[in-house]
């Protein structure tokens, strides 16, 4: 969470007071947040949904992805990514990220087989995958591609929105994405039937709400309907959204700026994809080998492979097989899966282990001073120095900047 104040107050405490907490003929908080996010995105339909989870499965269920179909998705992600694909019957194919710690667009058509039908680039951290790369890639293969624009909300890829390049993109709204409303996520599509189909994924009943529309047969699926509460908030945290995107961006490029004569040192900033239009929530550094982890142990930062919970060896069920909950529902063991690749090893990405056991994020803030940026500038080139080139800590002169908070959550939007 990053922005969080009054006005958040008063359009939940409006939405409490009218007594109108449903999103269909009482409300209209959700679909207006549905109308200005996707005119904000540039895409024709924006479907809210429970979570970023729903909307991911919501997408690949509207595409038709389901048992017999593999899909490609990179070595660092949420789990949910890989999740959501066994949630619809297919079968992740896990492939190597490059130094931009986002999906190699190489590594996506080496692994293509007969199988193969999806890719999910993932916007880790904000920063923006090789799209037009990727949009190549699936052009000539015929691949449909989902965006999980989770981490990439506000952010773009050389002037379009990250969410909105690819077939379809899902979003995730939870505590700690750049807009929040606790929990939350939705879908952006721009094709009218499967928008429909995204909708019905997300709640299979909507047409008792809405009345029925023939074009898209019903299915059955899991409810994930937004609430009130949600469109209300995620109303007043889109008015924020350019603003703190920008002021990141101009916190990154500072930072960037005045440490460029690291570089010689050997802290040599991250490739990026899009540098000047991707979110600006971190700036991440590329470290020759073990010295990241001296460096983020001098100074308030994370390695990118150290999260706990972003990289494939942290994905429990889907390296030991467990799909789903009734081994008849469980991909892995499905027939039409049989001809689908899914042997798991802790080392099948060893590149992307490598690259991301060398990558350090320091987080930007819309909130940062100028004071607190130098002194986090400052703080970079003293770590730097004493992890790359031998400099005795007592001598480094650390500056008692605030540490930067790797969870990203701050409530002084009212300060
Ligand atoms: C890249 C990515 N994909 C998917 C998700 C799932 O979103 P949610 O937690 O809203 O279900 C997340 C959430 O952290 C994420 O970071």
């Not at 909507?206 to 009130?228: M, Q």
């Not at 490739?271 to 001296?294: F, G, I």
């Not at 467990?322 to 802790?346: D, I, L, T, V």
């Not at 900047?401 to 939007?413: E, G, H």
């Amino acid at each position: 969470m990053y922005l969080v104040g009054q006005e958040e107050i008063d359009a939940l405490t409006r939405v409490i007071r009218s007594n109108a907490l449903f999103r269909y003929g009482v409300g209209g908080e959700c679909d207006r947040f549905e109308a200005r996010y996707a005119k904000f995105l540039g895409v024709k339909h924006f479907a809210l949904a429970a979570s970023g989870s729903n909307a991911l499965v919501a997408a690949m269920t509207a595409v038709g992805l389901g048992p017999g179909d593999e899909v490609i998705i990179p070595a660092h992600t949420y789990m949910a990514t890989a999740t959501s694909v066994l949630a619809v019957g297919a079968i992740p194919l896990i492939v190597d990220v490059d130094e931009s710690v986002t999906i190699d667009p190489k590594a996506i058509e080496a692994a293509i087989g007969p199988r193969t039908r999806a890719v999910v680039p993932v916007h880790m951290w904000g920063a923006a995958c090789d799209m037009d790369a990727i949009m190549e890639v699936a052009r000539r293969h015929d691949l449909i591609v989902i965006e999980d624009a989770c981490q990439g909300v506000g952010g773009g890829y050389e002037g379009r929105k990250l969410g909105a390049i690819g077939h379809m993109g899902a979003f995730s709204f939870n505590y700690y994405k750049n807009m929040t409303c606790g929990e939350g996520g939705g879908v952006a599509i721009n094709d009218d039937l499967l928008a429909e189909r995204a909708r019905c994924a997300i709640d299979p009943c909507h047409f008792y709400w809405l009345g029925r529309d023939d074009a898209v047969k019903p299915f059955s699926s899991n409810g994930a309907r937004a609430s009130e509460l949600t469109g209300a908030m995620l109303n007043v945290q889109l008015d924020r959204l350019d603003g703190m995107i920008g002021a990141m961006r101009a916190e990154k490029k500072q930072i960037l700026e005045e440490t460029r004569s690291l570089g010689n040192l050997g802290l040599k900033p991250t490739p990026m994809n899009s540098p000047d239009h991707d979110c600006a929530t971190q700036v991440m550094y590329t470290l020759p080998s073990a010295e990241a982890k001296r460096f983020v142990a001098l100074f308030p930062s994370v390695i990118v492979g150290k999260t706990g919970r972003h990289t494939y060896v942290e994905w429990d069920q889907v390296l030991t097989g467990a799909g789903a909950a009734h081994p008849a529902m469980n991909p892995f063991n499905m027939p039409a899966n049989a001809e689908c690749r899914k042997a798991y090893s802790k080392d099948m990405c060893k590149k992307s282990l490598d690259i991301l056991d060398r990558t350090v994020m320091v987080a930007t803030h819309p909130q940062h001073s100028r004071e607190e940026t130098s002194d986090i500038v400052h703080n970079i080139g003293a770590a730097a120095r004493v992890a790359l080139a031998g400099l005795p800590v007592s001598e480094a002169d650390f500056r008692k900047a605030r540490p930067i908070d790797a969870q990203k959550f701050d409530l002084k939007a009212d300060a």
